[in-house]
């Protein structure tokens, strides 16, 4: 990355399948220099990861449509549309669509690298028009087998 040049991440780039989402990038480390990987995350009703923690990265969700439930540190935080939630590395933490209806939200890590773990463990969308799949043993561990390669770890209870 030129320190001297702006960059422009993508309007829409890879997308993944994600448990109960679909994950967009917007912009990834090879763009932004290793300082951010940002994307765009469709959350279906229900969706959500499992209760885990970044050993290296912070991650930080605004959301811009529906309504998605945070657990971590002991709290439960309702966010809603226009509001954002910063989770500091080493936080337990996981989310779900409480809603009837899709969430939209973009979701920054900072330092770059969890791109990586999209690619290896979630299936590529080629269809950005159908909802995303349901959660799958198969999905649970394949996230659970490839975490450790990028730091993160998944706990039995947030």
């Keep these: 990355m030129d320190p001297t040049r702006l960059v422009q991440g993508l309007s829409a780039g890879e997308s993944y399948w994600g448990p109960g989402n679909r994950c967009t990038f917007l912009l990834t480390g090879a763009q932004s220099g290793g300082t951010l990987f940002i994307f765009d995350c469709l959350v279906a009703s229900g969706g959500g990861p499992l209760p885990h923690r970044h050993l290296a990265e912070d991650e930080t969700f605004l959301l811009r449509e529906g309504m998605i439930e945070f657990t971590g ?30 969430a939209l939200m973009v979701t920054i890590y900072s330092p770059a690298g969890m791109e990586g773990w999209y690619r290896e463990t979630f299936m590529p969308v080629s269809d950005p028009t159908q909802p995303p799949p349901p959660i799958s043993d198969d999905m649970i561990e394949r996230m659970l087998a490839t975490g450790h390669r990028y730091n993160i770890e998944w706990v039995a209870d947030g």
């Design 73 to 102: 540190g002991g709290e439960v935080k309702s966010v809603s549309a226009g509001e954002l939630i910063f989770v500091p590395r080493g936080l337990v933490h996981s989310y779900r669509n409480v809603g009837d209806t899709d």
